[in-house]
């Protein structure tokens, strides 16, 4: 069964890696790919019971994972509507590409510590869309915010969801976390930043064209586009804040505040015609979102939770544990697998490995699993939340991203880790 499982999965990813070639769309692939998981899975065991219990813990989480993003896209598009990212294009000035590349890196790096890296990748990613016409060079942008989110992510207990779990684990203290990882994230972000800009000098903004959208852009007045940015940002900064507050998962406090959103909308356009406040409405909104994204995200979630719940990843940590023996290359390595396989599964799996007794909070092994956890998947598009969130929003393929931004993440990534151990050990 589990030699059956591990090559179903890997056929599903390679597939999924070669959507363009196979010319079959990775939404597909991916629900084929856990629809077999699971029959083979529950197929192979008789306590049937099990199964459907841990499918239905699976699709627990899966679905506050896919409610929050709904949700935060919704919120995205809305803000978009209302042309209420103008707010921040109109005062970006700069002509020069590399200028725009470091503010868009240090932004995404800041704010994906304050709201959490997918949030951040959605938010972004729309934003160079509002300054950048050529996709050549949007692609690049959206690579770099990949890198900068999941960065910014790793140093903060709220930014990316496995620093979120060793934080309410008690593996970590939030201001040890925020010191001990901050400047190899740092270092994270700037080495591929620098890199890359290096490759874009000389280049000059391209924006889009800056007249009427759809005939739409002349129907939201200066208030309407200031309330509902300052609305839709609000909102999203005060889930992390919600969540802290009521200790309820992140996607209640995003679908509260979508409620909310779509009450103000209402109220705000409630004289206009039916027709002039359309393309407005939250309605119009959850119609303009990607749900093939969506499809493809329950799919890959789903199929990862196969590996699981049949102990093929914890079973890989005690190999790793008991042939390498060093924490710092197993960590190192689970990092990059991270890459591959959703980290939050290896995560759990390293949580339940080493004993609270012999690591206590804010050891060495801990902040750099967060470390190396939370910035480990931007290697691959999709082995990342925020990866998988901009494959959809830009439609990156996936040997483009191998190409052009993995050798860039992996300069990163051993970057931040020589960064952390040196610091480590000048302090302890």
Not at 15 to 43: C, D, Q, R
Not at 57 to 74: D, H, N, W
Not at 80 to 108: E, P, Q, Y
Not at 158 to 186: C, E, N, R, Y
Request: aromatic fraction near 10%; include cysteine; charge should be neutral.
């Amino acid at each position: 069964m589990l030699t059956a499982i591990v090559v179903v999965f890997i056929i599903a990813y390679a597939a999924i890696a070669l959507e363009h070639p196979l010319k079959v769309n990775k939404s597909a692939t991916a629900l084929i790919g856990t629809g077999l998981l699971w029959t083979i899975y529950a197929m192979s065991t008789s306590d049937h019971h099990l199964v459907t219990e841990q499918l239905n813990e699976s699709l627990m989480s899966t679905a506050q994972i896919v409610f929050f993003l709904m949700g935060a896209m919704t919120i995205v598009e809305v803000v978009d509507a209302h042309n209420g990212f103008d707010v921040i294009t109109s005062r970006i000035k700069t002509t020069s590409l590399t200028s725009l590349l470091w503010l868009i890196g240090v932004v995404t790096f800041f704010l994906s510590a304050m709201l959490d890296n997918l949030t951040t990748t959605i938010v972004m990613i729309s934003l160079i869309k509002k300054l950048l016409d050529k996709h050549d060079d949007r692609l690049f942008f959206a690579g770099i915010i990949v890198i900068s989110a999941n960065a910014g992510g790793a140093w903060s207990p709220i930014g990316d969801v496995t620093t979120t779990m060793l934080w309410i684990g008690g593996q970590i203290t939030s201001l040890a976390i925020m010191k001990g990882v901050f400047i190899a994230s740092l270092i994270n972000m700037i080495v591929p930043l620098a890199i890359t800009s290096w490759f874009l000098r000389g280049r000059q903004v391209v924006g889009p064209i800056r007249l009427s959208e759809h005939g739409h852009r002349d129907r939201t007045t200066p208030f309407e586009q200031n309330l509902m940015f300052a609305m839709g940002l609000g909102i999203l900064v005060c889930v992390p804040i919600f969540k802290t507050v009521t200790h309820l998962p992140p996607f209640m406090g995003i679908l509260f505040g979508l409620g909310i959103l779509w009450l103000v909308g209402e109220l705000l356009h409630s004289k206009k015609e039916d027709e002039a406040k359309e393309h407005l409405t939250l309605v119009r909104a959850l119609k303009q979102i990607d749900m093939s994204s969506i499809v493809f995200f329950i799919g890959i979630l789903l199929a990862v939770a196969t590996l699981e719940h049949t102990h093929i990843l914890t079973n890989l940590a005690g190999w790793l544990n008991k042939t390498v023996g060093r924490e710092d290359v197993i960590v190192t390595i689970i990092g990059m697998v991270s890459a591959i396989v959703d980290n939050v599964p290896l995560v759990a799996a390293s949580m339940g490995m080493y004993n609270m007794a012999q690591y206590p909070p804010d050891s060495f092994l801990w902040e750099f699993m967060a470390y190396c956890a939370g910035t480990g998947g931007s290697i691959l598009i999709i082995g990342s939340a925020a990866g998988v969130a901009a494959m959809g929003l830009e439609k990156i393929h996936f040997f483009w991203y191998v190409k052009r931004i993995s050798g860039l993440a992996l300069i990163g990534y051993f970057g931040g880790i020589a960064a952390y151990i040196i610091q480590y050990k000048l302090i302890h």
